[in-house]
């Protein structure tokens, strides 16, 4: 089982439906971080948490420290918003605690 | 947010050269950087991570003779893939961090193509 898993792995909406995305953890973290990776391949920090929310324009981020769980929703969608959003968590155990273990994903695709 | 910038964002080489792929920290310093290797519609894995001054430490399975890491200023770390291979043909990307528990920056990528 990976120590994270996101869902859905594919994600179709229309323009402006809000869009949710899911991440859960099977370690204790010192952070989540959400990542943007546009089709070209750069990737993007959208949010670094370690606790409660975080909200920027239409990106909110929560995280659930207790159930090791984690959304970020976009509110509004519009095609722009096409793209890989990756949930990543940094371990608070050992002498790995400087690494990121990543999900395999979510492919949003909003359609005009 | 600050910057990475990773340069070149594709390269095409002959098999058997040795390619060079840069990734700078343009407005913070970067003590440790780290470098991953994406196949197609997976998932980044990490390759090796980078301490400013210091050996790279490599992730079980990458051969560090390949794979040639140098973190030489805060700013810059490199990674040459030497005696390149067609299944070497991968994403390349950096990604900087200025201290532990900061956030990580992430480069552009490099696309090497080896024919």
């Known amino acids: 089982k990976n120590e994270v898993e996101q869902s859905p792995q594919n994600l179709t909406a229309q323009e402006g439906e809000f869009i949710t995305i899911n991440c859960s953890y099977s370690v204790g973290i010192s952070a989540l971080h959400w990542l943007q990776q546009h089709p070209g391949g750069g990737i993007v920090s959208l949010f670094m948490?370690?606790?409660g929310k975080k909200k920027h324009g239409r990106l909110i981020a929560t995280i659930n420290i207790q159930e090791k769980h984690s959304s970020l929703h976009i509110t509004a969608s519009h095609p722009r918003d096409s793209a890989v959003y990756i949930c990543a968590v940094r371990s608070n155990s050992g002498g790995s605690n400087y690494k990121l273990t990543f999900g395999k994903g979510t492919l949003l695709t909003v359609n005009p | 947010g600050a910057v990475v910038s990773q340069h070149p964002s594709w390269v095409i080489c002959k098999s058997g050269t040795s390619v060079k792929i840069e990734c700078r920290s343009l407005d913070f310093q970067a003590t440790t950087m780290f470098w991953y290797r994406q196949f197609p519609k997976q998932s980044l894995m990490l390759m090796a991570t980078?301490?400013?001054?210091?050996?790279?430490?490599?992730e079980q399975g990458v051969e560090k003779d390949k794979f040639l890491i140098n973190h030489a200023s805060l700013t810059l770390s490199t990674l040459t893939v030497t005696s390149a291979h067609p299944e070497d043909s991968s994403f390349y990307i950096c990604?900087?961090?200025?201290?532990?528990?900061?956030?990580?920056?992430f480069g552009q990528g490099t696309r090497l193509t080896v024919v």
């Open positions: 990604s900087a961090e200025g201290g532990f528990g900061t956030e990580a920056f």
């Open positions: 948490l370690s606790s």
């Open positions: 980078s301490n400013e001054g210091s050996k790279a430490t490599y």
